[in-house]
């Protein structure tokens, strides 16, 4: 693989922009996820990574976007919510590092973990009285 340093040497001048992009296997390896993650929010529309031939060059913008899909992630959003929450901020002048929550989403987010929390809780409690009766414990 190729570092962006030695992609500038072989790209034309009126490109040299796409030296300070990164590959779609750079940005998976700076963010842990896989190229097939990648390839699917390039399919729901979530990024928009320039494409030349086969390859795909990811931009700050683009790279912001994917901080924000994992973030969205992380607090539980589902990627159509975070499709809305991208296009929302999208109408923004800069690109922020986060998203711009109101009280009412905060709210009703939470109120959604916390019931999967306690979904959660019980299957593991369920779970551990199994591994009890397995194994002999006592209760």
Excluded at 92 to 109: G, N
């Amino acid at each position: 693989m190729k570092s962006s340093a030695q992609r500038v040497e072989r790209l034309p001048h009126r490109e040299q922009s796409l030296a300070e992009m990164l590959t779609i296997g750079e940005i998976a390896r700076i963010y842990g996820i896989t190229l097939r993650a990648l390839r699917f929010y390039e399919q729901r529309g979530l990024l928009k990574p320039l494409r030349r031939g086969g390859a795909r060059f990811y931009d700050s913008t683009q790279r912001t976007r994917l901080q924000l899909i994992l973030k969205g992630k992380h607090l539980g959003f589902t990627l159509s919510e975070i499709s809305g929450l991208l296009d929302a901020d999208a109408s923004a002048a800069q690109p922020t590092a986060d998203f711009t929550l109101d009280e009412t989403m905060v709210l009703a987010q939470l109120r959604h973990l916390e019931g999967r929390r306690t979904e959660l809780d019980q299957a593991i409690e369920e779970l551990r009285a199994t591994q009890r009766r397995l194994t002999g414990a006592p209760d």
